[in-house]
């Protein structure tokens, strides 16, 4: 099973998302989350820290694991994206890398209505931020 790891950021302006660039292989120019794969015998948190310090120059503070979704898409081998919620980190989120062409804050409400987003199940995910915010 492949596992990855993405961070939810989640702040006064809304939801960071990030637009995949186009040349990669899943989910072209698609926005999601930012994160990555978890390598053979690290954890899932180390994974996290470690992907969003790559791809954003951040280092997450406070997180916890949100939520599950596995990729309907996945053709030989089965993966799981886990789903943090990152309320606190060091840093402005930066792309420093060329998996993403840009860094958006969304309203939720914004980002449920995106057409391009990578998978629709993020919608499940808008939905549960929604009820938190009651």
Same mark, same amino acid.
């Not at 099973?1 to 939801?15: C, D, K, L, S, T």
């Not at 995949?20 to 292989?25: F, G, L, T, V």
């Given at each position: 099973?492949?596992?990855?790891?993405?961070?939810?950021?989640?702040?006064?302006?809304?939801?960071l998302l990030a637009?995949?660039?186009?040349?990669?292989?899943n989910y072209p120019?698609?926005? @999601?989350?930012?994160?990555?794969?978890?390598?053979?015998?690290?954890?899932?948190?180390? #994974?996290?820290?470690?992907?969003?310090?790559?791809?954003?120059?951040?280092?997450?503070?406070?997180?916890?694991?949100?939520?599950?979704?596995?990729?309907?898409?996945? #053709?030989?081998?089965?993966?799981?994206?886990?789903?943090?919620?990152?309320?606190?980190?060091?840093?402005?989120?930066?792309?420093?890398?060329?998996?993403?062409?840009?860094?958006?804050?969304? @309203?939720?409400?914004?980002?449920?209505?995106?057409?391009? =987003? #990578?998978?629709?199940?993020?919608? @499940?995910l808008f939905d549960? =931020?929604?009820?938190?915010?009651?």
């Open positions: 099973m492949v596992q990855i790891v993405n961070a939810v950021f989640v702040g006064p302006e809304g939801v637009r995949r660039s186009p040349h990669r292989k120019d698609r926005w @999601s989350f930012p994160g990555g794969h978890v390598e053979e015998d690290e954890s899932l948190d180390d #994974a996290l820290v470690r992907e969003i310090g790559e791809e954003l120059a951040v280092s997450p503070l406070a997180f916890e694991p949100f939520m599950q979704i596995p990729d309907p898409h996945a #053709a030989a081998k089965p993966i799981t994206y886990h789903m943090y919620l990152v309320r606190a980190w060091r840093g402005t989120p930066k792309i420093v890398d060329a998996e993403h062409t840009e860094l958006r804050w969304f @309203s939720v409400d914004q980002a449920c209505r995106l057409d391009n =987003l #990578a998978l629709e199940e993020y919608v @499940s549960k =931020l929604r009820e938190m915010a009651r």
